[in-house]
Nanobody, 124 residues
Framework: QVQLVESGGGLVQPGGSLRLSCAAS????????MGWYRQAPGKQRELVAA???????????NYADSVKGRFTISRDNAKKTMYLRMNNLKPEDTAVYYC??????????????WGQGTQVTVSS
C-alpha cells in the first residue's frame, strides 16, 4: 500500500523560506514522477512543481509560473523522499501543500496517491 506523508509546513514571514518533505512508503519510489500541489481557501488545487522519475539523478523538473525562480523541487530516491524548497515566500503562497505520485515515469500526470497535506502560512 502506498503512503505519502508531507512535513515541514508552518508559519513564516514574507521573504522567508521553508522546505517541505514528502516521504513515500510501500512502493518503488524512484521510477515514478512526483508532483507538489497546493490549495488555498476557496480555490482549486493547483500544480506547483513536478519532477520526473526513473534512473539516476534528480529528474527533469517544471514549475508553475507563479513560483519559478523561488521554489525548487528535488528528490532523494535512496530515502524515498521528495522535497520542495520554497524561498522568498509571499502571502499568496499560503495554502495546504500536497504531494502526489504520478502515473508514469518520464512525464508527470497526476496519479491516485496523495498525502494528507501540510499547511504553509505566510504572514507578518
Amino acid at each position: 500500500q502506498v503512503q505519502l506523508v508531507e512535513s515541514g509546513g508552518g508559519l513564516v514571514q514574507p521573504g522567508g523560506s521553508l522546505r517541505l518533505s514528502c516521504a513515500a512508503s510501500g512502493s518503488i519510489f524512484s521510477i515514478y514522477a512526483m508532483g507538489w500541489y497546493r490549495q488555498a481557501p476557496g480555490k482549486q488545487r493547483e500544480l506547483v512543481a513536478a519532477i520526473t522519475g526513473g534512473g539516476t539523478g534528480g529528474g527533469s523538473t517544471n514549475y508553475a509560473d507563479s513560483v519559478k525562480g523561488r521554489f525548487t523541487i528535488s528528490r532523494d530516491n535512496a530515502k524515498k523522499t521528495m522535497y520542495l524548497r520554497m524561498n522568498n515566500l509571499k502571502p499568496e503562497d499560503t495554502a495546504v501543500y500536497y504531494c502526489n505520485r504520478g502515473r508514469g515515469s518520464d512525464i508527470y500526470s497526476p496519479g491516485d496517491y496523495w498525502g494528507q497535506g501540510t499547511q504553509v502560512t505566510v504572514s507578518s
